[in-house]
Nanobody, 117 residues
Framework: QVHLVESGGGLVQPGGSLRLSCKVT????????LGWYRQRPEKQREMVAG???????NYADSVKGRFTISKDNSENTVNLQMNSLKPEDTAVYYC???????????WGQGVQVTVSS
C-alpha cells in the first residue's frame, strides 16, 4: 500500500502564504510523477501543479506566478509554496503520485486550505 503523507494547510488571510508538503517513499519520489490537485466546494477536482520524472513542471493557469512546486531530494517530499492567496484558492488540496495509468495512481488524504479574512 502506498502512503502519501500531507502536511501544511490551514487558515490564512487573502494575500498570505502557505506551504504544503507531501512525503513519499524514495521509490515513489524517483519513479512517479508528483503533483497537487484541489477540490473547491461544489467543484470537480482539478490539477494545480505537477512535476514529472524528468523534472518538467506545469501549473494551472489560475495559479501561475503565485504557486511553486518543488521536490526535496533529501526528504523525499514534494512541496507546494502558495503565495498571494485568494479566497478562490480555498479548497481541499491533495497530493498525487502517478504513472499515467489507474493501476498506479495514488492520493493523499487531503488537507484543507482556507483563505478568508
Amino acid at each position: 500500500q502506498v502512503h502519501l503523507v500531507e502536511s501544511g494547510g490551514g487558515l490564512v488571510q487573502p494575500g498570505g502564504s502557505l506551504r504544503l508538503s507531501c512525503k513519499v517513499t524514495k521509490f515513489i519520489f524517483t519513479n512517479y510523477a508528483l503533483g497537487w490537485y484541489r477540490q473547491r466546494p461544489e467543484k470537480q477536482r482539478e490539477m494545480v501543479a505537477g512535476v514529472d520524472v524528468a523534472g518538467d513542471i506545469n501549473y494551472a493557469d489560475s495559479v501561475k506566478g503565485r504557486f511553486t512546486i518543488s521536490k526535496d531530494n533529501s526528504e523525499n517530499t514534494v512541496n507546494l509554496q502558495m503565495n498571494s492567496l485568494k479566497p478562490e484558492d480555498t479548497a481541499v488540496y491533495y497530493c498525487n503520485a502517478g504513472m499515467g495509468t489507474p493501476q498506479y495512481d495514488y492520493w493523499g488524504q487531503g488537507v484543507q486550505v482556507t483563505v478568508s479574512s
